[in-house]
């Protein structure tokens, strides 16, 4: 098992970066008012080796709005509370096949919302964080649980949080169909709103890069040492990420990079490579699907160019 080194690493990243930065394709997401105005120039990668050391090209301080790589943090926290079985038997683990928005997720397996890694399921899982019934504890804990992921604190962007609250009649009917199949364990208008509040987190690729590499190092933060969450559970998470993480184009996705990785609409993508980084690039033009063009040229140029593959040799 060839493990890559720093040096290697910082000159392929660096050689993505300049063969990237000028791609025009894609344009910023315009459902959301506020993501429409982010500087579409703005571009960075960042890598996490599970020593601790990080790598960093381009803006990779830039917070931007974490959107549904927030999923993948909650369904963590999920995970944590509620163990692996559980969370497959009430949520599931399963591709949809489907766009991140899609309403009939839910109704896919039996009244099953299928994975916590669309809209449907994110919202389920942030009806299920403990404590039930309590918003303000229950947000904390999701911070706090992005927080340990990321290695430090996300911060709100208020005007963000605003302007999807406002916009967001797709996810509230989402909501309510949850609550009709019963597979929403908590006030629905409150799980709706914690998941809008999750997704206007502010983040930037290099703590998405770490929390990446939380996952790929089993669970200890590599930056912090921190045990996050249980070994076992890694396993899960990646598996989840690996099914879905770019909802219909996913195949696409694994056929061409080769890593495991989680995008939102607020132009960054979060890749994993068990035992070896995490990964995170952000630019906000996107594609049809609501997934970061060049995050995606990027990741991929990288796994290639190193031969890197989850499933073998690329
Ligand atoms: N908050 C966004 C939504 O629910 C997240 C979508 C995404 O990043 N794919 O529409």
Redesign the pocket.
């Known amino acids: 098992d060839k493990k890559v080194t720093l040096a290697q690493l910082q000159e392929v990243v660096q050689e993505a970066y300049d063969q990237v930065k000028t791609n025009t394709g894609g344009k910023n997401?315009d459902?959301?008012p506020y993501l429409a105005n982010v500087n579409k120039d703005l571009f960075g990668i960042s890598v996490c080796l599970l020593n601790g050391q990080t790598i960093h090209v381009g803006d990779t301080d830039y917070r931007f709005?974490i959107?549904?790589?927030?999923?993948v943090h909650t369904a963590i926290l999920a995970l944590r509370q509620y163990g692996a079985k559980e969370i497959l038997d009430k949520i599931g683990a399963d591709a949809t096949g489907l766009p991140?928005?899609s309403i009939i997720a839910i109704l896919l397996e039996n009244d099953h919302p299928s994975t916590p890694l669309v809209?449907a399921g994110?919202i389920s899982a942030c009806s299920m964080v403990q404590p039930i019934g309590d918003s303000a504890k229950k947000w904390d804990a999701i911070v706090g649980n992005v927080t340990d992921l990321c290695g430090s604190a996300p911060q709100l962007i208020d005007e963000l949080y605003k302007s999807?609250s406002d916009t967001?009649f797709?996810?509230r009917s989402i909501a309510w169909l949850l609550k009709n199949y019963n597979r929403i364990y908590d006030d629905p208008d409150m799980s709706l709103d914690l998941?809008?509040r999750q997704?206007?987190l502010g983040v930037t690729a290099l703590q998405l890069s770490i929390a990446a590499g939380t996952i790929a190092n089993g669970g200890v933060n590599p930056v912090t040492k921190k045990e996050v969450f249980d070994a076992s559970l890694a396993p899960k998470i990646t598996a989840m990420i690996a099914a879905v993480g770019f909802?219909e184009h996913t195949g696409d996705w694994m056929y061409t990079s080769g890593i495991p990785a989680k995008?939102?609409?607020?132009g960054g993508v979060m890749g994993v490579l068990p035992g070896q980084f995490g990964i995170a690039a952000f630019a906000p033009p996107l594609d049809g699907s609501?997934?970061s063009v060049k995050a995606q040229l990027s990741i991929q140029y990288i796994m290639n160019k190193l031969g890197l593959n989850v499933f073998g040799h690329n």
């Not at 959107?67 to 999923?71: F, I, R």
Request: hydrophobic fraction near 20%; charge should be negative.
């Open positions: 997401a459902y959301i709005g959107e549904s790589v927030s999923k991140f928005n809209n994110a999807e967001n797709n996810n998941y809008t997704c206007s909802y995008t939102g609409v607020g609501g997934n």
